[in-house]
């Protein structure tokens, strides 16, 4: 008995069925002893069209080891003007593979035209990184295991016909050449074909340069110098004789709301780099000349020697039109050094410290002081603090730095210790007040250093806020979002909202796969919702990121087999994941792919032509390829299906990549949107991070930010302030969780989305416009220059201020009812107080209309609040 079970498990082990294809598949250590061509060489090469993606990395097609593609070609037909894809596997054999080569040669026609080989290439190979540069990849293979080679031909320009080349494999100079014959035939394809994403010509996606180019975004200002003076967008950056920041400014004002010409310091010094010698010595350093590098009307880049006879410290600065700066620092040992410590010390004026978020700490007030170590469990690298219109996001990082995932994944790649300020977590930072300002100071503790060492204490500043709030993006964009899975009738249901921006989510009827919106199947059925939202005068926007990438995508192997550039290498059948997977992958993960995956979100679907279909999908690596093909994707249906912008959940996006979509939508949506969405991270399973800490480089190329999923809307004001509305960036922001609350939010002048849970906000959408809220200033209670007050702190109050009426907001934080003083100057709000009226309007689901002979007085129910006009009769 235990003998035929055994050799029922050997067959099932060396033979199985291709799915679909009724092929039959050999494992590779059986073959190594069936076949003698695989056992005697290194490798083993065959050719396989498009349509039948090699699958499995530890079996082999029979077909492909029966036949001969050394005598007799793979025949292969392609369209003109398409660009062209096929594979080519290799299996190694008698030992690992290091190092292999795959070349071309021309392929030729019988009358002597060519396909040129510069018209050909392997991405597995190599390609354009995200950011535009060529670059070349080792390709190894493991003992026993099968790699396919995905190989793309440009036919843009080659005519009708047959032509014949070879694809030539090399392993230790050992060359094994395949025949190709590629038959060019029939009508012209449109677009290189990317038009139809079943014939995989979109893989050149990965290589794609769309959006990169050296033009600064809409609404920004080129970065401009005078002597060592820049300036950006209401923000000044002074540049000290040793390199670093000696000052910077804003010039926003108190709210955001406008950009003045007199500027308010954020730096209460320069920023001091100290390098401390074990005996307590300070090294005096000497500034070489500051040189300017390059200057364009995106980024200015400089460059600082210091010497002294002991080190150098080289910095290399950059400051773009964003506000995000880049330095480079590097700190080289001219003879052996015992350090106490090296540190960055950063000082910030009170005024402009008000507020702190990071480091372990959520947003909301600074405390005194605060120490925080370097623990890479946590996702926590950078530190901001701000007033609403000036601050600083300082972030620590060295050579080793990697993008980590984010949300519940990202235990699988977490932060890396940076080998500078880590320092075998001896670094940390403290930050306290000192006299007049904050300092922060970053330090790195003891070593040595030898003669010769080098280390590299890099280290990037966001100057906030990126912009001015537009009033016509926070009180005129009005957002419907969720409302059902029947995507074609959401825009009746936006119209009946009053909403004008229709967010569609994946999981929908006809976008049913998760970041693939432009699967054949459902894009002409997305083109007509977007025309079905255009002639409804509203914006067609698509849920659209890099996080993950579901299974059902014609790629979807293709990007597998670029062994982890694409598709996160993860623990494979092994994963875990506590919140979706806490008893492993799905069972087509663990049949399918076995290992380097991590599985993420998964759904059936339960609705339309793709009923009975589950959405599986797996993480994706950070800063990879994939920003290409998303931002060339994006571009396609800008283009081609016309929406007006994306909807971004959670990003494995970097600032960069942000800024090549911000460019796409402009440029060809001019009234298109992005807007961000994230959990809660501020946990375990998504290492203590704030969201709009995190993602702080990405928010000057947002219109808006729905930081709301599990946030608990009793926390206290200063947390709404920093982490919820936006307003410190220059941003609106929008509640989420349980529909938020409104009477809150309206202190900040933030509403829910129409179609969510609870608290619909078409109400509130009909008094802003009743009463022009886009041609009013928001004065908020962190204002020092706003005119209304309260004398009960559980209470808080804003006003919108008008030319001849204003609207206070006022929000009662304590779960019981509060009586309060509602205390106008009327003085600094410009009106006459003996000719105004005072009126608590009726607002739907929000309050009562309530005579007001005074706000001496004034009730307000626990965890709810007021709008109370004030009107000047001329």
């Known amino acids: 008995m235990k003998y035929i079970l055994l050799s029922m498990l050997l067959f099932l082990a060396a033979v199985v069925t291709g799915q679909g294809s009724g092929e039959q598949y050999i494992a590779v250590e059986t073959a190594k002893k069936k076949y003698e061509k695989l056992a005697k060489q290194s490798h083993y090469v065959f050719a396989e069209t498009r349509e039948n993606p090699i699958q499995w990395s530890d079996s082999l097609k029979i077909s492909w080891l029966t036949s001969d593609f050394t005598r007799n070609p793979l025949e292969l037909k392609a369209r003109?003007?398409?660009?062209?894809?096929?594979?080519?596997?290799?299996?190694?054999?008698?030992?690992?593979?290091?190092?292999?080569?795959?070349?071309?040669?021309?392929?030729?026609?019988?009358?002597?035209?060519?396909?040129?080989?510069?018209?050909?290439?392997?991405?597995?190979?190599?390609?354009?990184?995200?950011?535009?540069?060529?670059?070349?990849?080792?390709?190894?293979?493991?003992?026993?295991?099968?790699?396919?080679?995905?190989?793309?031909?440009?036919?843009?320009?080659?005519?009708?016909?047959?032509?014949?080349?070879?694809v030539t494999v090399s392993v230790n100079s050992k060359k094994q050449s395949l025949k190709i014959q590629l038959a060019v035939d029939g009508n012209a394809v449109e677009n290189h074909g990317y038009n139809e994403g079943k014939g995989l010509s979109r893989m050149n996606w990965l290589n794609s340069t769309v959006g990169i180019d050296a033009e600064i975004t809409k609404g920004y200002q080129p970065v401009t110098r005078k002597d060592k003076t820049l300036h950006i967008l209401g923000r000044s950056f002074v540049i000290g004789n040793d390199g670093m920041p000696a000052e910077i400014n804003t010039f926003f004002t108190s709210s955001n709301q406008s950009i003045s010409e007199k500027g308010e310091p954020i730096t209460g010094g320069a920023f001091r780099f100290v390098i401390e010698k074990a005996n307590g010595e300070i090294i005096r350093l000497t500034p070489g000349p500051v040189k300017f590098i390059e200057e364009k009307q995106g980024h200015i880049s400089w460059q600082v020697k210091?010497?002294?006879?002991?080190?150098?410290?080289?910095?290399?600065?950059?400051?773009?039109?964003?506000?995000?700066?880049?330095?480079?620092?590097?700190?080289?040992?001219?003879?052996?050094?015992?350090?106490?410590?090296?540190?960055?010390?950063?000082?910030?004026?009170?005024?402009?410290?008000?507020?702190m978020m990071g480091l372990n700490r959520e947003g909301g007030l600074r405390p005194d002081s605060w120490k925080w170590q370097w623990d890479t469990t946590k996702n926590q690298d950078a530190l901001w603090l701000g007033a609403v219109n000036g601050g600083l996001r300082l972030k620590w990082k060295a050579e080793n730095y990697k993008l980590p995932l984010v949300n519940i994944y990202y235990k699988f790649e977490p932060l890396r210790l940076p080998p500078s300020w880590g320092n075998e977590n001896k670094g940390g930072v403290n930050v306290e007040e000192k006299g007049n300002s904050v300092l922060v100071n970053a330090y790195s503790g003891s070593r040595e250093m030898s003669a010769g060492s080098v280390l590299n204490y890099d280290f990037e500043i966001l100057i906030t806020p990126f912009k001015s709030i537009s009033n016509e993006k926070k009180y005129g964009d009005r957002y419907f979002h969720g409302g059902g899975t029947n995507a074609i009738s959401k825009v009746d249901k936006a119209e009946k909202a009053g909403a004008n921006i229709i967010n569609i989510h994946h999981a929908e009827d006809i976008y049913p796969f998760i970041n693939y919106p432009y699967l054949d199947e459902n894009t002409a059925e997305l083109k007509t919702l977007a025309d079905k939202a255009h002639d409804h005068k509203k914006r067609l926007k698509l849920y659209y990121t890099t996080r993950e990438l579901t299974k059902n995508i014609p790629e979807f192997q293709a990007f597998y087999s670029l062994d982890g550039e694409?598709?996160?290498?993860?623990?494979?059948?092994?994963?875990?994941?506590?919140?979706?997977?806490?008893?492993?992958?799905?069972?087509?993960?663990?049949?399918?792919?076995?290992?380097?995956?991590?599985?993420?979100?998964?759904?059936?679907?339960?609705?339309?032509?793709?009923?009975?279909?589950?959405?599986?999908?797996?993480?994706?690596?950070?800063?990879?390829?994939?920003?290409?093909?998303?931002?060339?994707?994006?571009?396609?249906?800008?283009?081609?299906?016309?929406?007006?912008?994306?909807?971004?959940?959670?990003?494995?996006?970097?600032?960069?990549?942000?800024?090549?979509?911000?460019?796409?939508?402009?440029?060809?949506?001019?009234?298109?949107?992005?807007?961000?969405?994230?959990?809660?991270?501020?946990?375990?399973?998504?290492?203590?991070?704030?969201?709009?800490?995190?993602?702080?480089?990405?928010?000057?190329?947002?219109?808006?930010?729905?930081?709301?999923?599990?946030?608990?809307?009793?926390?206290?004001?200063?947390?709404?302030?920093?982490?919820?509305?936006?307003?410190?960036?220059?941003?609106?922001?929008?509640?989420?969780?349980?529909?938020?609350?409104?009477?809150?939010?309206?202190?900040?002048?933030?509403?829910?989305?129409?179609?969510?849970?609870g608290n619909v906000p078409d109400e509130l959408w009909k008094f802003w416009d009743e009463h022009n809220f886009k041609d009013k200033e928001l004065l908020g209670y962190w204002d020092k220059d706003c005119p209304v007050k309260t004398n009960n702190k559980h209470v808080i109050s804003s006003i919108f201020k008008g030319k001849n009426e204003s609207v206070i907001a006022i929000a009662n934080w304590d779960k019981e009812a509060q009586s309060t003083s509602v205390l106008i100057d009327w003085n600094a709000l410009g009106y006459d107080a003996s000719k105004c009226m005072i009126s608590m309007p009726f607002v739907k689901d929000f309050q009562d209309e309530q005579p007001l002979q005074s706000l001496s007085s004034v009730n307000v129910p626990g965890g709810k609040g007021f709008m109370i006009v004030v009107t000047e009769n001329k």
């Not at 021309?106 to 060519?114: A, C, H, Y």
């Not at 380097?596 to 979100?601: C, D, F, G, T």
């Not at 409104?742 to 933030?750: A, D, E, K, L, S």
């Open 80 to 166: 003109p003007g398409e660009y062209f894809v096929y594979q080519i596997g290799v299996g190694a054999g008698s030992s690992a593979i290091q190092n292999l080569e795959i070349k071309f040669s021309d392929f030729k026609r019988n009358d002597g035209k060519l396909i040129p080989s510069r018209q050909m290439s392997c991405f597995n190979a190599g390609g354009i990184d995200y950011t535009g540069k060529p670059f070349s990849k080792k390709i190894g293979i493991p003992n026993g295991k099968v790699q396919a080679l995905w190989v793309g031909t440009d036919l843009t320009g080659v005519a009708k016909g047959i032509y014949d080349g070879t």
């Open 566 to 757: 694409i598709l996160f290498p993860g623990p494979g059948n092994a994963s875990r994941t506590e919140a979706l997977h806490p008893k492993g992958p799905n069972e087509w993960l663990v049949r399918n792919l076995r290992e380097k995956y991590v599985p993420a979100w998964y759904n059936p679907v339960s609705e339309g032509k793709f009923k009975g279909s589950i959405d599986l999908s797996v993480i994706t690596t950070p800063n990879s390829r994939l920003n290409n093909f998303y931002i060339a994707g994006l571009d396609w249906m800008v283009q081609n299906l016309k929406i007006d912008g994306i909807y971004i959940d959670d990003a494995a996006l970097d600032r960069f990549t942000l800024q090549r979509a911000r460019k796409v939508i402009d440029q060809n949506r001019p009234e298109g949107r992005i807007d961000l969405h994230s959990w809660n991270h501020f946990n375990s399973w998504a290492g203590f991070a704030s969201c709009l800490n995190l993602y702080m480089e990405l928010l000057p190329y947002l219109d808006l930010v729905w930081i709301g999923e599990a946030r608990d809307y009793n926390r206290a004001p200063d947390h709404w302030l920093v982490e919820v509305s936006g307003i410190p960036f220059g941003l609106p922001g929008q509640m989420l969780e349980g529909g938020g609350n409104p009477w809150r939010g309206m202190v900040y002048g933030i509403t829910n989305r129409s179609g969510w849970t």
């Open 306 to 355: 210091n010497s002294s006879a002991e080190c150098e410290l080289t910095y290399l600065g950059t400051l773009n039109f964003d506000g995000f700066v880049e330095y480079k620092v590097s700190l080289k040992a001219l003879k052996p050094l015992k350090i106490k410590d090296v540190r960055l010390e950063v000082p910030v004026t009170k005024e402009k410290s008000t507020y």
